[in-house]
Nanobody
Framework: QVQLVESGGGLVQPGGSLRLSCAASGVIFTLAAMGWYRQAPGKQREEVAF???????NYTDSVKGRFTISRDNAKNTVYLQMNSLKPEDTAVYYC????????WGQGTQVTVSS
């Protein structure tokens, strides 16, 4: 059974940092490229970063240099370190495979506001 549990979101001021975590099960984690996605109100969900099983990473332009994705295969967990947060980063953040499954977790809310 697939399960994706995101955590670590919250309210942060502009310029602040958050670290998101995603515990994955049932997705053959160690074989999968994993991604972090976000969906802001009124907008489509977008992938902001992904990490291949060999550790290679890729980021969308709007987060390059500010976000870092990483993974711990032993813990079946993927992380997203977010620094220098901006109000436009406000969204619900989700993890999934880079080729996403139909199943999505509940996500974690990130709000960047003063």
């Amino acid at each position: 059974q697939v399960q994706l549990v995101e955590s670590g979101g919250g309210l942060v001021q502009p310029g602040g940092s958050l670290r998101l975590s995603c515990a994955a099960s049932g997705v053959i984690f160690t074989l999968a490229a994993m991604g972090w996605y976000r969906q802001a109100p009124g907008k489509q969900r977008e992938e902001v970063a992904f990490i291949k099983r060999d550790g290679n990473t890729n980021y969308t332009d709007s987060v390059k240099g500010r976000f870092t994705i990483s993974r711990d295969n032993a813990k079946n967990t993927v992380y997203l370190q977010m620094n220098s947060l901006k109000p436009e980063d406000t969204a619900v953040y989700y993890c999934n495979r880079h080729s996403p499954l139909a199943y999505w977790g509940q996500g974690t809310q990130v709000t960047v506001s003063s």
